[in-house]
């Protein structure tokens, strides 16, 4: 199978020309694209899989309390037993070096902070939180949106592309940010808000979540 460039140049063309009609032209120009890419979904499905499967042992030792998970990673509530821990592969890396945590916050997928002390008794800390850039939020922003504040961001130099005219912009855009919506903290255990029990009673934020998600469904199938 030949592979070619991840663009396509016929697409960018057409969408250049100012006549054409986006909704009217989709199922006849649009939905017909076929591209070879340099891309192999099946084969990054069962990588993550695999790492799932292979977090799973971290999650479930005897005696320890697990804080939050990603695909290789993993905060607990103690150091792991010396024989999964290392360079290796199919080991967990102390990032670390052995010193402890002091406090975390937790707030959803990729957005978490922590803090420890460095060798010099220095007071560290560290943030991600997706979509901006690492150690770049204070513990008191991650702490006001564990309240439920929404924080506002300043991303510069954001590259903004316009395919219409192909032009090219570059400046400081603003985001709001805030912690994850998707689930529920109830006693130190997140609930997926899609998880609904029986002659369970919906709350004003549980039912504006799904009104969102069915405004999206809805301009979607119109489109």
């Known amino acids: 199978m030949l592979f070619s460039a991840n663009l396509n140049y016929n697409l960018i063309k057409h969408l250049n020309n100012e006549n054409i009609n986006v909704k009217d032209e989709f199922n006849t120009f649009y939905n017909n694209i076929n591209k070879n890419v340099k891309s192999n979904v099946a084969i990054s499905a069962a990588v993550t899989a695999y790492g799932r499967i292979e977090r799973m042992k971290y999650k479930t030792l005897d005696g ?81 949106m564990s309240k439920g504040e929404v924080i506002i961001v300043k991303i510069p130099n954001t590259f903004i592309i316009k ?27 997140y609930q997926p808000l899609h998880i609904i029990k029986k002659n369970h009673k919906f709350n004003p934020e549980e039912i504006n979540h799904f009104k969102t998600i069915f405004k999206k469904l809805k301009k979607i199938s119109k489109f």
Do not use: C
Not at 82 to 91: P, W
Not at 163 to 188: G, P
């Open 64 to 144: 320890y309390t697990i804080y939050y998970s990603d695909t290789d990673s993993a905060f607990l509530n103690k150091p792991l037993p010396q024989h999964l821990v290392g360079n290796g592969i199919g080991l967990m890396k102390d990032e670390l070096n052995g010193k402890i945590i002091k406090r975390a916050l937790f707030l959803g997928n990729k957005k978490y902070i922590y803090q420890y002390y460095n060798d010099n008794n220095i007071l560290q800390t560290v943030s991600v939180f997706s979509g901006v850039k690492r150690n770049t939020l204070t513990w008191d922003d991650f702490y006001k």
């Open 163 to 189: 395919f219409k005219n192909l032009d090219l912009e570059i400046k400081d855009r603003f985001v709001n940010i805030s912690k994850s919506k998707t689930k529920n903290l109830i006693n130190n255990i």
